[in-house]
């Protein structure tokens, strides 16, 4: 798969032509959307290289939502956002970072272990509706890095306003939600089926928007937690 | 020195108004054995000098501010004593209407400084039977005296002594009965003093000064200088906590909440002008609604901070009542605020929270409290670290926040731990001694044991070990050490 997102990639490359530069002229205009444009946004680096090469921009981006639909809850989905959440809470400005309903207790050793700073860390407990309405005041508070929060059911239109706050509050969003609702549709900014391997997780990005589709697989490094002991 | 008893505690022998029958007194061997009864509150003659002692001018000072001081000193006797503070504190309360200046002294007693009441109330009787009624009202059962220093005063209220004194002059006469227990100094110090037989305030006071600071210390000897008058002894005055209260009719009769928190709206603003003005916040707010018939609607907002900005406060109140279900609409709200609270005010930054050099925290706290209003306040939490071997043990609950930064460095959990814990394990299935969740599961080779807790009563004996499922899933097993060998499913690997 590609990851050069059409449209703006090649650009810098292209000799300094007079028309061409006309042209990027106009493609600069503020009023223009293209298809790229979500390419051009700031992102965290997911600390994954190939998944970095996969994603629109080189990583999660840092404001918006994103759905991750796992197949069967555990199968490795928190461990392909640990690194990107390991950094956004040890940087000195870090903001909180929200778990919305977490399924089971977040256990802490295995979080320190993996670099998180537990004192940026919030756990909200809310139950069927709340947990969105929970998820939307972390996303658009502007308290929040990142909102994490696990739902069975969002109707497309909560989705989309949960996007937007994320916009708001310049908060990266996730969504985990069942395999089955990749059917729905969705505005998130990103959506990735996640299916367990031996000693990874094979990626599919069923929606990319300003990048490419398609699926990768991931092995787990030898000093991850979980690696170790497997027949 | 001991030869020389006649160095007295007091410079100036004509200050002490019992001087007279010191005089009389041949020995101490006689002082100590006449008892406090013998030498009792013989009003000496009155002394002018005590007026006019410019010679020592400290005292003469003491004296003149005692002359325009009377104090009324009260003592809450037996139970009322033991369920002291709010007593005494709602005594006080009531006590504000006589004098502005109340003083508290915990644990049991009260002063008040009435010189310039006592014609308005009624002269001293007027005024006694007033402060009397007033614990009456309260079920406190209390003694009076009035002295011209607020420490004679309480003495003599301890020593149920209710002398009426006016006169500065007159005080240590008064004074000279009273047991020395009335003072409340340590026991130590007491028995010290019984044993050279002294036990009573006049006899104390006839010691020698520089030998009693040596020998009980110089707070002993600032404490008599206090209670005769001699040096001055300011009190803190007592401060009535000032809360907001307000209540208002709605225009009309109204159960919708954007009603209500529209009519609050003008009580909310008055409450943020209020704590404004004192620098102060609120931790509690309740908000009652009154309806025609049922009983009223009360609605208790918990905060994280002092706050005390109207427009979050608007905020988290429209959270709380849109969670409310009114048994009928209301006809009329009332805003009562908490106890406010000192708040620290700090000055808004330049960036926004998040971007370069701007303060996490700033809107941080807003945020938790409007989750906390709607959802509860254990709703949000965040979670440590306990430095302990077993899994249950090795979590806790905590303030969002609160945990330490990296208490624990993260390379001391050198074993495998699971992200995700099932706070009580889930005892699974079992086929020929093998484990079964949905299905078969594929044991790793290695188990990790973890075992003993006997300190507190939680003794594990456990073999852990990581199992994939049908599912690909990595979770975390163990299987007891003890007889049935039961096997528990604790965590899952994500």
């Not at chain 1, 639909?69 to 970072?97: D, I």
């Not at chain 2, 009792?40 to 004296?63: D, E, I, K, L, W």
């Not at chain 2, 003599?156 to 004074?175: F, K, M, N, P, T």
């Not at chain 2, 002993?220 to 000032?242: H, I, K, N, W, Y």
């Amino acid at each position: 798969m590609s990851a050069d997102p059409p449209g703006c990639g090649a650009m810098p490359s292209d000799p300094p032509h007079g028309r061409a530069a006309r042209l990027e002229d106009l493609l600069a205009h503020p009023l223009l959307w293209r298809a790229g444009h979500a390419a051009r946004q700031p992102v965290w680096s997911s600390g994954f290289a190939r998944l970095d090469e996969a994603l629109p921009g080189g990583g999660w981006p840092r404001s918006g939502l994103i759905e991750v639909l796992p197949v069967r809850f555990g199968v490795g989905e928190l461990k392909l956002l640990l690194p990107a959440l390991a950094a956004l809470t040890t940087r000195p400005e870090a903001r909180w970072s929200a778990w919305v309903a977490p399924p089971l207790l977040p256990f802490t050793p295995a979080l320190l272990a993996a670099g998180i700073d537990l004192s940026r860390l919030l756990i909200v407990r809310a139950q069927g509706k709340e947990c969105l309405w929970a998820l939307e005041q972390a996303l658009g508070s502007g308290a929040c890095d990142s909102g994490l929060a696990w739902a069975r059911h969002a109707l497309p239109r909560q989705i989309r306003r949960l996007h937007l706050a994320a916009q708001r509050g310049r908060t990266l969003g996730v969504l985990f939600r069942p395999r089955a609702s990749a059917r729905e549709a969705s505005a998130a900014m990103l959506r990735l089926v996640v299916e367990p391997l031996e000693r990874g997780v094979r990626v599919t990005l069923l929606k990319s928007r300003g990048g490419a589709r398609g699926a990768l697989d991931l092995t787990w490094g030898g000093t991850y937690p979980g690696a170790r002991g497997c027949p | 020195m001991r030869a020389r008893r006649t160095i007295d505690l007091f410079a100036r022998r004509d200050e002490c108004p019992s001087a007279r029958l010191e005089q009389s007194l041949p020995t101490r061997g006689h002082e100590r054995a006449s008892g406090p009864g013998e030498r009792s509150p013989r009003p000496a003659a009155p002394q002018p000098q005590v007026a006019r002692g410019n010679a020592t001018p400290p005292a003469g000072r003491a004296a003149r501010a005692a002359a325009t001081e009377l104090w009324l000193g009260l003592h809450l006797a037996g139970a009322a004593g033991r369920c002291a503070p709010q007593g005494l504190q709602r005594l006080a309360i009531r006590a504000l209407r006589f004098t502005p200046r109340v003083s508290l002294v915990p644990p049991d007693g009260l002063l008040l400084e009435v010189h310039a009441s006592l014609r308005l109330f009624g002269g001293v009787e007027g005024l006694q039977r007033a402060l009397r009624r007033e614990c009456a009202d309260l079920a406190i059962a209390g003694s009076l005296a009035f002295a011209p220093t607020p420490l004679a005063a309480l003495a003599a209220a301890r020593g149920e002594c209710a002398v009426v004194l006016q006169d500065a002059a007159r005080l240590i006469g008064s004074l000279a009965p009273l047991p020395l227990r009335v003072l409340r100094w340590p026991q130590e110090v007491l028995d010290r003093l019984a044993a050279i037989g002294v036990r009573t305030i006049g006899q104390v006071l006839r010691l020698p000064r520089a030998g009693f600071a040596q020998r009980f210390g110089a707070n002993r000897l600032a404490d008599l200088d206090r209670l005769t008058g001699r040096a001055p002894d300011p009190r803190e005055r007592f401060e009535a906590p000032v809360r907001f209260r307000c209540r208002r009719e709605l225009p009309c009769e109204s159960g919708s909440h954007g009603q209500l928190l529209a009519a609050l709206a003008p009580l909310i603003e008055a409450l943020g002008r209020f704590l404004e003005a004192r620098q102060c916040g609120v931790l509690a707010l309740e908000c009652r609604l009154w309806h025609r018939r049922a009983e009223p609607t009360r609605c208790v907002l918990r905060l994280a901070d002092p706050l005390a900005d109207a427009v979050r406060l608007t905020e988290l109140l429209g959270e709380r009542l849109r969670m409310l279900t009114l048994p009928e609409p209301a006809h009329a709200c009332e805003l009562r605020a908490g106890e406010p609270v000192p708040r620290a005010l700090c000055s808004s930054g330049l960036w926004q929270s998040g971007e370069h050099g701007g303060l996490p925290e700033a809107r941080g706290s807003a945020f938790i409290e409007r989750l906390r209003a709607r959802l509860g306040p254990e709703a949000v939490q965040g979670l440590a670290v306990v430095p302990d071997h077993r899994p249950e043990a090795a979590w806790r609950v905590t303030e969002p926040g609160a945990c330490a930064p990296s208490a624990i460095a993260s390379g001391e959990f050198a074993a495998a731990r699971p992200v995700w814990l099932l706070p009580v394990p889930r005892p699974l299935r079992q086929r020929g001694g093998l484990p079964r969740y949905r299905g078969a599961l594929r044991l790793g080779s290695e188990p990790e044991r973890i075992e003993t807790g006997w300190w507190d009563g939680r003794d594990i004996e456990r073999d852990y070990y990581e199992a994939v499922d049908v599912y690909g899933r990595r979770l975390w097993l163990f299987r007891e050490r003890a007889a049935p060998h039961r096997w528990f499913l604790q965590g899952v690997f994500a």
